[in-house]
């Protein structure tokens, strides 16, 4: 396995230029200290510079763990916002987050114009600061809609300082001109010096803007085919067709990939990652995902579960978490499941790459089901656990936030939406692939969607959701396809209750199971979602106050 130095060296060896500019953060999201308190005079004249000031980014880059939002998994408490019990937040890291980079990026493209370097030098870290600038806008617009659209730094007579939300389609267009820009000018993920591994390359951009394109043209298509979807549809295919060009292929295995096995230079599935290390015994920045899911930090639901094929390739449920039309012969219904594995047996091979089975070696025993700590559905979550050096809490795994099997199914899904036709060529150069990889050994045709009287639709959408699982998608798909409202009320499910198997719950009085005896997470009882609110997040309030209420609220939050 190559273990890369380049990261973990500039987290530790940042200039002292770029360390003073930590005191430019402050908790507000648009920064209302004024620039000229801070001289730059003696930095932004070399390359060095520019690539010092460039690590900052990627120091503040988010490894986007563990989220819950959905149906998918369960922390050890409630998510307010997966059951619909939010309020507006004083403030919100989902806002200021964002804005933090931004403030990064726009520093680096207003002050590194005065480098004595070449323009192909300074165009490529202008790309970098151009690619997280739109990597941070798009997921401020996923989450609130209209945003200000702040593009420059700010002294104490900014107009900016109190601007309003900026139209939606406007920041698009500024998030697509910067991934067009950064795709010119970043180097092709074959040009990147194995010691640079981790900076964002052309690869990154083009599937950055596909990933960008095809929530937008979706998310316009079906919540009321509002005008122009067509358009980001067309530019999601062909920003992941040329990301397909880039030379990135599939990792040989599917769980490796999200262990130790999957990092660096070596694995071309890889597109961007946010990069820890160097190693447990030389621990520079580090993580304790494999602790968290050992704590049951992302317990996966039955929710989840159910919507993996079997493999004869028919499912049981659909990604609507209704059942489906056709159901495989391998299916037992949840009343005649007789232990744990039931529901985990003759499935898609990624199901057994995800959750452990009944006795399988987990996190520090056999997996056993029970409510606690490690498992509030009682499922053991297996993907992207391992143990370094025998322990995990300190781990140095990559986190993974674009890979290329997004890329072939972003390609698959915006090209089936164009014109709700897909043709076979194009399955098998794309979802083909991740069954394949998989170990699945049928593939989607339109034959064999006419057969067997399945949805093209509906089986692109379920390759989506178990290939990505637990990756931080399946919340902001619902939002796109607008099923959220269908799927986020209904109760959230876990394992059957078999006396036998839960050896240390032997009263099922202390457990809440439906009439099947399948443990209720949550009820749907206890989760709501409201059409005309939950599709946008609430502008924490003193963003609001900040503006002078030049930021609105977003309807129907009060």
């Known amino acids: ?59 503040q880059l988010l490894p986007n763990w563990n989220d819950v939002r959905a149906d998918d998994a369960r922390a050890t408490t409630f ?12 403030t919100s890291t989902d806002w200021s987050g964002p804005y933090t980079i931004i403030f990064t990026a726009n520093n680096i493209l207003t002050k590194g114009g ?118 980001h549809l067309q530019k999601a295919v062909e920003a992941a067709d040329n990301a397909m060009k880039q030379g990135h292929a599939l990792f040989a295995d599917y769980g490796s990939l999200f262990r130790l096995e999957g990092d660096g230079p070596a694995n071309k599935e890889n597109i961007f990652v946010k990069v820890y290390g160097v190693s447990s015994t030389n621990p520079i920045l580090t993580h304790n995902h494999s602790s968290e899911l050992s704590n049951g930090a992302l317990a996966v639901t039955r929710n989840l579960i159910r919507m993996y094929l079997y493999t004869d390739g028919l499912p049981a449920f659909n990604t609507d978490n209704n059942t489906s039309a056709v159901r495989s012969s391998y299916f037992v219904s949840e009343g005649n499941e007789t232990s744990y594995n039931t529901v985990l047996e003759n499935r ?17 025993r056999p997996w056993i ?27 140095t795994g990559d986190r993974i936030l674009i890979r290329y099997a997004e890329v072939l199914l972003t390609y698959a899904e915006a090209k089936y939406e164009l014109t709700e036709m897909i043709a076979d060529e194009d ?61 986020l009320p209904k109760a959230l499910l876990g394992a059957k209750y078999i006396q036998s198997e839960w050896t240390t719950t032997k009263d099922p009085g202390v457990l809440t199971l439906n009439s099947d005896q399948v443990l209720v997470v949550e009820p749907a009882s206890a989760r709501v979602f409201k059409v005309n609110r939950d599709y946008l997040y609430p502008v924490p309030q003193n963003e609001i106050n900040l503006s002078n209420n030049n930021v609105v609220q977003n309807p129907n939050w009060q």
């Open 348 to 364: 898609d091979p990624r199901l057994a790459q995800t959750v452990y089975l009944y006795k399988e070696p987990s996190f520090d």
């Open 427 to 487: 399955l098998d150069k794309t979802i083909n692939l991740l069954r394949t990889r998989a170990g699945l050994n049928v593939k989607l045709s339109n034959t064999f969607v006419n057969a067997h009287n399945l949805s093209m639709r509906e089986e692109i959408r379920r390759e989506r959701t178990v290939e990505l699982a637990l990756e931080g998608f399946r919340y902001d798909d619902l939002m796109r396809w607008k099923t959220a409202e269908t799927v």
């Open 79 to 90: 998510n307010d916002i997966s059951n619909g019990t939010r309020g507006i937040p004083a």
């Open 369 to 395: 089901p029970e409510i606690n700590q490690a498992g509030r559905t009682a499922y053991g979550t297996k993907k992207g656990f391992y143990k370094e050096n025998g322990q995990g809490s300190i781990c």
């Open 114 to 231: 005065k480098a004595t370097v070449s323009d192909a030098i300074k165009n490529r870290y202008f790309g970098e600061a151009r690619f997280f600038r739109a990597y941070n806008f798009f997921q401020l617009l996923q989450k609130y809609g209209d945003v200000p659209l702040l593009l420059k730094l700010l002294d104490f007579g900014s107009a900016e300082l109190y601007m309003p939300r900026t139209p939606r389609a406007q920041v698009m267009a500024q998030i697509y001109e910067d991934l067009d820009f950064a795709a010119a000018w970043l180097p092709a993920m074959t040009q990147l010096p194995a010691a640079d591994y981790g900076r964002v390359t052309k690869s990154a951009a083009l599937a950055l803007k596909a990933r960008v394109a095809l929530y937008e043209g979706t998310r316009l298509k079906f919540h009321g085919g509002q005008e122009g979807w067509q358009q």
């Open 1 to 59: 396995m190559i273990k890369i130095f380049y990261m973990k060296k500039s987290i530790v060896a940042l200039t002292a230029a770029v360390l003073f500019m930590n005191c430019f953060f402050s908790s507000c999201s648009i920064d209302r200290k004024p620039e000229s308190l801070f001289p730059d005079t003696e930095f932004w004249n070399t390359e060095a510079d520019l690539k010092g000031a460039a690590n900052r980014l990627y120091q």
